[in-house]
């Protein structure tokens, strides 16, 4: 008998057959437990909210720089609008003062045009 015979021989009474082997696919169906969903759900609102209210009394203190963000507290007004006239039906002359300079701009159907600028405002703004 030959060598590779033999090997292979051997190897099938090693292997599985399909006899032996275990069926695929015999589970049970995925079930998506809805209850414990909601409930997490329901829990992490429930948790953001309790930090929203107490972000907002001044419960929990925050670094300096955190609470400098858009969404703690008014911020100061940079843009000011000094003056608005409408030279047609379309058109509009608006003078405005942002962060010390005085702007002139033409607003129309195509968009903002910048008519004249200035390097610092003259006056203060009225209230």
Not at 27 to 32: V, Y
């Amino acid at each position: 008998m030959r060598p590779s015979v033999a090997i292979f021989g051997g190897a099938l009474l090693v292997a599985p057959t399909q006899a032996i082997a275990a069926p695929l696919a015999t589970g049970g169906g995925f079930e998506l437990p809805l209850l414990r969903l909601v409930l997490g759900f329901l829990f992490c609102v429930m948790v953001a909210v309790l930090a929203a209210i107490a972000l907002k009394r001044g419960m929990i203190n925050l670094p300096a720089n955190v609470k400098t963000l858009a969404w703690f507290g008014p911020r100061p007004r940079e843009i000011q609008v000094r003056e608005a006239r409408r030279v047609s039906t379309h058109a509009e002359v608006c003078a405005i003062t942002w962060r010390g300079r005085d702007y002139l701009f033409v607003v129309g159907p195509s968009g903002a045009v910048t008519v004249l600028e200035t390097r610092e405002s003259a006056s203060e703004p009225s209230p």
